[in-house]
């Protein structure tokens, strides 16, 4: 009851506009995050993606530990980003998740928390909140507006060596898990910021990590580790979803993972749990998928499966004009399709009436 009830009051407190119109381009470049290069807003980069976000060539940008190096040099960049987009807020995106995973630390004067294991091992769900709430009032004091967290995998592989590791599971069991889940939502709405719960459909019992190549849950995964998903939805979450990198051959058998495989989205996630907010894609320079797929197959791949935003940590190959080569991909896609184009279209109005909810 406390689960529905804390996720209910939260959702209560955001409106929902109307999509308003846009070129083919606008929406397409709607649907696009990215990282940059630059900690300030003097630098070259910096710059170069505020003008993209100004153009409308991107709907967002994701920051990393190396963007940050004082609260006052994240603060003019993010209030440079939000005023180049006045009429749709991009979003300002980080993981800010607690413990190791965390972009803002203490070097820069944020105040840090304690990974998800140890908070559920001292706290009850109730007691977190005000841990979280503490974290999402510093995160959106920065300038963010989109935190992703919290993440909802099932820490039932010990050996786990991306989520059990590091302490980032809450624990074992879906209801413990989303009891916690709630607390974090509630908190970062409270805020006035959205959350993603990662990372779809469960890499808690996975056996390797997908930062560094394929990883197939085949044989680990059980239809439990989506009942954070199950939980959360039915009382009504409808933020972001994040999709991992994961294949499973009994639900998609063309051996596609999860963040390309509409078995997965449009089946699975959309259909079988109902699920009616925004998808985004884990970063898609992990290695999961660079190494196996060249930016057009992956950016119309995962499109065609479902994904509403595409989430580029701009890494594996830093380039400014990342944003526009998968704008120019998605554009020609449509181009040549109209069923491709009735997709970005889809994904736009889901965006845009999210982005209602985002605070400025």
């Known amino acids: 009851m406390r689960l529905a009830t804390t996720l209910l009051a939260s959702i209560l407190m955001f409106g ?6 846009q070129s083919l381009d606008g929406m397409a470049g709607q649907m696009i995050v990215v990282g940059f290069g630059g900690d300030d807003v003097g630098d070259k980069s910096v710059k170069a993606a505020i003008a993209e976000i100004a153009s409308g060539g991107i709907g967002g940008v994701m920051f990393l530990k190396t963007n ?7 603060e003019a960049m993010n209030a440079a980003f939000r005023a180049a987009a006045p009429d749709v807020v991009p979003f300002i995106t980080l993981d800010q998740e607690g413990g190791l995973v965390e972009r803002l630390t203490k070097a820069v004067g944020f105040t840090e928390i304690a990974d998800a294991a140890t908070i559920a091992a001292r706290h009850t769900p109730a007691e977190a909140r005000p841990i979280y709430d503490k974290l999402a009032r510093g995160v959106a004091a920065w300038g963010f507006n989109v935190n992703f967290a919290p993440v909802v995998d099932l820490a039932v592989n010990p050996e786990n060596q991306v989520i059990a590791k590091f302490g980032r599971a809450y624990g074992r069991t879906g209801s413990v898990v989303a009891a916690y889940a709630a607390e974090v939502v509630a908190a970062h709405h409270a805020a006035g910021l959205v959350t993603s719960l990662k ?33 959360l939805i039915g009382a009504g979450y409808a ?3 994040m999709v991992g990198h994961l294949i499973d051959t009994e639900v998609d058998p063309t051996g596609a993972p999860a963040s390309l495989s509409a078995p997965w989205i449009e089946g699975v996630l959309r259909g079988d749990l109902g699920f009616a907010g925004v998808v985004i894609t884990d970063d898609l320079e992990m290695g999961a998928i660079r190494d196996h797929y060249n ?29 526009d080569e998968v704008r120019a991909i998605l554009v020609a896609e449509a181009g040549r399709d109209p069923g491709f184009r009735v997709r970005i279209e889809q994904s736009y109005r889901r965006i845009v009436a999210f982005k209602a909810r985002v605070s400025r």
Request: charged share 20%.
């Open 68 to 74: 940050v190096k004082s609260r006052a040099a994240v």
């Open 239 to 241: 933020d972001m979803v």
């Open 16 to 21: 929902a506009l109307p999509a308003v119109a």
């Open 199 to 231: 990372h779809f459909p469960g890499h808690g019992s996975s056996t390797a990590d997908s930062h560094e190549g394929f990883v197939d849950i085949t044989r680990s995964w059980t239809d439990a580790e989506l009942d954070p998903y199950r939980n």
């Open 295 to 323: 930016l057009q197959q992956t950016v119309i791949g995962a499109v065609r499966a479902g994904v509403d935003v595409l989430l580029f940590s701009n890494t594996a190959k830093p380039r400014a004009s990342l944003g």
